[in-house]
């Protein structure tokens, strides 16, 4: 056999190199945990005690209720802001992305937990009618699911200047009539299924003990 040539040298620096990478990638990805549940069942004679616990762990995630309905098994909350790094007794984000982000941008969450009853046909929840029925009588299994969406606060309209802040300018819309340049306005930038999942945790944490 030969000597490798100059060109087969630069090929296999850098095809070796990759190879490498791409079994990195495929390893990290294998490794990965699954997401983490924010939903779990209960028989429909804990629906009590799973009401009032998750009320308790809402309180304790420094959340307001807005909405606390038994009847139809459905907490809401009122936004709840946070700046991040700047606000460590609201411990709201999970990893260092999401306290970097709060603390650069406006946010605040919204916790909604909704009891809803699972069909024995379907095996499928279904919202209850408050007008029609109350879930407190229903004498089955019902699943519990949290959602926590993030909403960021803005002014319309901001343009920032490249030369000073103290330039910074707004823009109007006409099709807006007497709403001011500066009025704050919100927007859902996504879903928190971090704290969703740890939410759901700590409301079979809080029921059990």
């Known amino acids: 056999m030969g000597m490798p040539t100059r060109f087969d040298t630069a090929v296999a620096s850098k095809v070796i190199p990759l190879v490498f990478v791409l079994v990195g990638l495929l390893c990290g990805g294998c490794a990965k945990d699954p997401a983490p549940s924010a939903s779990f069942r209960i028989p429909a004679a804990e629906y009590d005690q799973y009401f009032h616990a998750a009320k308790d762990v809402l309180r304790d995630q420094h959340f307001d209720l807005e909405r606390v309905d038994a009847r139809a098994g459905v907490l809401t909350t009122r936004p709840v802001s946070s700046a991040g790094w700047a606000t460590p007794w609201i411990q709201h984000a999970s990893t260092m992305e999401q306290s970097t982000n709060d603390l650069i941008q406006r946010n605040r969450r919204i916790a909604t937990i909704r009891f809803a009853r699972?069909?024995?046909?379907?095996?499928?929840?279904?919202?209850?009618?408050?007008?029609?029925?109350?879930?407190?009588?229903?004498?089955?299994?019902?699943?519990?699911?949290?959602?926590?969406?993030?909403?960021?606060?803005y002014r319309a309209g901001r343009r920032l200047s490249p030369g000073s802040i103290r330039l910074t300018t707004f823009t109007l819309d006409?099709?807006?009539?007497?709403?001011?340049?500066?009025?704050?306005?919100?927007?859902?930038?996504?879903?928190?299924?971090?704290?969703?999942?740890l939410l759901a945790e700590a409301i079979v944490t809080s029921a059990r003990n």
């Not at 919202?127 to 993030?150: K, Q, W, Y």
């Not at 709403?179 to 928190?192: E, F």
Request: proline share 8%.
């Open 174 to 197: 006409p099709s807006e009539d007497g709403v001011g340049p500066a009025q704050l306005r919100t927007r859902v930038v996504g879903t928190d299924a971090p704290l969703s999942a």
């Open 118 to 153: 699972v069909s024995s046909a379907t095996n499928a929840p279904s919202a209850v009618d408050p007008v029609a029925s109350d879930l407190r009588d229903f004498d089955g299994t019902i699943e519990v699911s949290v959602n926590v969406i993030i909403e960021q606060v």
